[in-house]
């Protein structure tokens, strides 16, 4: 199965961090034999759409999924 992990875009970030919890899913994922690529945007200047579209166009995914910590809820955005 192709799948595509999207970490979630924080709009203010005084410092960031990977969130492990996206790359333990991933390294999970691998094990069981999946295919899985990590869109990561809060490294990008691009619209989250032309992102989304321009990766999903390349490596159509199976399963698309993503997340985000619960004391981020503010920040997070599309």
Request: proline content about 5%; glycine content about 8%; hydrophobic content about 45%.
């Amino acid at each position: 199965m192709k799948v595509l992990l999207i970490v979630a875009r924080q709009t203010r970030m005084g410092s960031y961090h990977l969130p492990v919890g996206i790359g333990y899913v991933s390294a999970s994922l691998k094990r069981a034999g999946h295919e899985v690529r990590v869109l990561n945007p809060n490294h990008a200047t691009e619209d989250i759409l032309d992102l989304l579209a321009a990766e999903i166009a390349a490596h159509p995914p199976d399963v698309v999924g993503t997340g985000g910590m619960a004391f981020h809820l503010n920040e997070i955005a599309l």
